[in-house]
Structures are given as structure tokens and as C-alpha cells.
Nanobody, 124 residues
Framework: QVHLVESGGGLVQAGGSLRLSCVAS????????MGWFRQTPGKDREFVSA????????LYSDSVKDRFTISRDDAKNTVYLQMNSLKPEDTALYYC?????????????????WGQGTQVTVSS
């Protein structure tokens, strides 16, 4: 019931930055948890970060903590992922996800709405 559209991916040199955006529509977001995942070919989709829309509480995977920041803009129905100090291992297809709830879900199966993905490639 939530339609998600990601944007902001691209090619960047190691050490650089990108900001991903995810625009949500279809329902109110006050009771929504949104997350970012990433996936490379042949590998399971990996949790990156999550945010509880109503209060802004956040969670990060250890691999991106202190480098990535998740945030939301209620007026624009948009969640962002600011990615700094990018590394080649950050290269992946990044997905935005959402579901009803108040938990900061970390597993792919816990989300029921997904965007189409946006590619991030980090060169060495």
C-alpha cells in the first residue's frame, strides 16, 4: 500500500559522498517504519538503516555506522540516506522499504513495500 521511488544513485570515487532519496506515497507515514537495504548479485539483501517515521529514531548496521545518516522530511514524504566516506564495498543496488509498525525492523522479510532500487557504484 506504500509506493516507493528511490533516486540519487550513481558512480562516485572512494571517499566521496552520495545522498539517496526515497519518495513515499499511498498512505500516511505516521505509523510507518522505513528502511534502506542493499544487494549485490548473488548475495542476500543486506540491511543498512531504518527510521521510525513518527519520532525519528534510527538504527544502522555496523558496516555503515558513523558514515551513513538516515533522515526524513515529513512535508515531502521523503526519506534520505546520506552516504559519506564511501568505500568500494558499498557498491550495491540500494532499496527503500516500508511497513506499518513501530519497530526498527532489520530483516528483508519484515518489510512489505519496496522501491525499484537505485545503483551505487564506488570506484577505488
Amino acid at each position: 500500500q506504500v509506493h516507493l521511488v528511490e533516486s540519487g544513485g550513481g558512480l562516485v570515487q572512494a571517499g566521496g559522498s552520495l545522498r539517496l532519496s526515497c519518495v513515499a506515497s499511498g498512505r500516511t507515514l505516521s505509523s510507518t517504519v522505513m528502511g534502506w537495504f542493499r544487494q549485490t548479485p548473488g548475495k542476500d539483501r543486506e540491511f543498512v538503516s531504518a527510521i521510525r517515521w513518527s519520532v525519528g529514531s534510527t538504527l544502522y548496521s555496523d558496516s555503515v555506522k558513523d558514515r551513513f545518516t538516515i533522515s526524513r522530511d515529513d512535508a515531502k514524504n521523503t526519506v534520505y540516506l546520506q552516504m559519506n566516506s564511501l568505500k568500494p564495498e558499498d557498491t550495491a543496488l540500494y532499496y527503500c522499504a516500508a511497513r506499518y509498525g513501530i519497530q526498527l525492523f532489520t530483516e528483508r522479510s519484515e518489510y512489505d513495500s519496496w522501491g525499484q532500487g537505485t545503483q551505487v557504484t564506488v570506484s577505488s
